[in-house]
């Protein structure tokens, strides 16, 4: 049975930095896009990166990019999102899910985490 | 970035009763490459249906999807206890993948 486990949230300060992980098991992990969605309290969803199998290629939305970096140990079964300078908007519960997808796509999300919560206070 | 707008906010019925939601995008979605998820409070997102009307593993065929273009809906033909939920669509033929604000279906 697949298992996501994320790690890593807790509370921060403005400009500050975190690092999530997440776990995966029961996955060919190396063989698939990993990536992160976060949904703020209360509100929708909203993806925030992507890291193909290899590790090769990796995607962010422009609202974190340059700020947050996305990579994977595929020896471990794991991927980290490195978040730097971190604002109050970054507030959220951050999930780690599979992406699948064709070659002509992006992706869609299939086996999701529990999330880990990320506070960023003033 | 194509916007996704869902409607209703909230849709309140009963169970047995037949839920329809509508995701409308700004533009054409690429391929129909739109996705449904389910949300129960305190829970992670549950794929429903992905390629706007495959649905994933383990989903009741109670649950459909349909449309194209910019038009698609995810139906419920006899809603469950189990069903009463927020529903988010999402499209991915389009970077950034991005979804819509959710629909919640509560009991009436």
């Known amino acids: 049975e697949a298992q996501v486990l994320e790690s890593g949230g807790g509370l921060v300060y403005t400009g500050g930095s975190l690092r999530l992980s997440c776990t995966v098991s029961?996955?060919?992990?190396?063989?698939?896009?990993m990536s992160w969605v976060r949904q703020a309290p209360g509100k929708g969803l909203e993806w925030v990166s992507s890291?193909?199998?290899?590790?090769?290629?990796?995607y962010y939305p422009d609202s974190v990019k340059g700020r947050f970096t996305s990579s994977r140990d595929n020896s471990k079964n794991i991927v980290y999102l490195r978040m730097d300078s971190l604002r109050v908007e970054d507030t959220a519960i951050y999930y780690c899910?599979?992406?699948?997808?064709?070659?002509?796509?992006?992706?869609?999300?299939?086996?999701w985490g529990q999330g880990t919560p990320v506070t960023v206070s003033s | 970035e194509i916007v996704l707008t869902q409607s209703p906010g909230t849709l309140s019925l009963s169970p047995g009763e037949r839920a329809t939601l509508s995701c409308r995008a700004s533009?054409?979605?690429?391929?129909?490459?739109l996705a449904w998820y389910q949300q129960k409070p305190g829970q992670a997102p549950r794929l429903l249906i992905y390629?706007?009307?495959s649905r994933t593993t383990g989903v009741p065929d109670r649950f459909s999807g349909s449309g194209s273009g910019t038009d698609f809906s995810l139906t419920i033909t006899r809603l469950e206890p189990e069903d009463f939920a927020v529903y988010y669509c999402?499209?991915?033929?389009?970077?950034?993948?991005?979804f819509g604000q959710g629909t919640k279906v509560e009991i009436k």
């Open positions: 899910a599979r992406g699948r997808g064709y070659r002509n796509s992006w992706y869609y999300f299939d086996y």
């Open positions: 533009q054409s979605v690429i391929g129909n490459y």
């Open positions: 390629d706007a009307s």
């Open positions: 890291i193909r199998g290899s590790g090769s290629g990796t």
């Open positions: 999402q499209q991915y033929g389009s970077s950034p993948e991005t």
């Open positions: 029961g996955l060919a992990f190396d063989t698939y896009t």
